[in-house]
């Protein structure tokens, strides 16, 4: 807790002149003054009880326990349930007979309940550390599938690139084997083209020649008739 000054607020205050005709009577001013008196004694008695509270809070791990109640809390630690209901029986047995009071037990000294609140806590941290490995071996385990995954799919990249490699070499190989043949394919077609042309020529001159022979003939067969 801290405790500010009231004076270094951020309100701006004016002074009030003496000849102010709004100014106080004396009276008035009297009774103001000590209702701000009584006021400010009232939040002074607050603030020094809220300060002699925090200032003698005890934590309730500091507080001592009695012998009772720390062999009934072993007791239950240990799961001995049978051991802490004679304990119970014989203890409030004596009470009741009144061979001691529960004042006579006295307190545990302080260093074994710290022993004790000790223990609790290393057993909270072991169970801690016993969790943390857990999670290391799981996070370990993912990780090297994860690695071995990741080597996995390196080497089918590495399979891949060798094979797209292997076919970029092939196909330039081909187009430079189809090159090597593009003049020899247009040689062959021109001589196909000079070769129909040849063709053409040649069936002109067959047609050509059967109407000269079909001429011929009819001439000879007019001459024979006549």
């Given amino acids: ?27 008035d001013e009297d009774l103001s003054k000590a209702l701000q008196t009584i006021q400010e004694q009232a939040e002074d008695a607050q603030i020094l009880a809220l300060q002699s509270v925090l200032t003698s809070k005890k934590s309730v791990s500091e507080i001592p326990e009695a012998m009772d109640d720390f062999f009934c809390n072993f007791l239950v630690r240990l799961g001995m349930s049978r051991t802490l209901d004679c304990f119970q029986t014989e203890w409030y047995e004596l009470i009741q007979r009144g061979v001691f009071t529960a004042e006579d037990s006295g307190l545990v000294p302080t260093v074994y309940t710290r022993n004790q609140q000790l223990e609790a806590e ?74 129909l042309r040849q063709k053409m020529l040649t069936s002109l001159e067959r047609d050509r020649a059967v109407g000269q022979v079909t001429g011929l003939q009819a001439t000879l067969q007019n001459l024979e008739s006549g």
């Fill in 122 to 195: 290393n057993m909270r941290l072991r169970k801690d550390s016993e969790n943390y490995k857990l999670a290391a071996n799981k996070a370990k385990e993912a990780f090297l599938k994860m690695q071995k995954e990741r080597d996995f799919h390196r080497m089918h990249h590495k399979r891949v690139v060798q094979e797209k490699n292997r076919l970029i070499c092939d196909i330039k190989r081909l187009k430079a084997h189809y090159a090597s043949y593009e003049p020899v394919l247009k040689q062959l077609t021109e001589k196909y083209q000079a070769t």
């Fill in 1 to 27: 807790f801290t405790i500010t000054d009231d004076s270094k607020d951020d309100y701006q205050y004016e002074e009030v002149s003496a000849d102010d005709e709004f100014s106080l009577q004396e009276d």
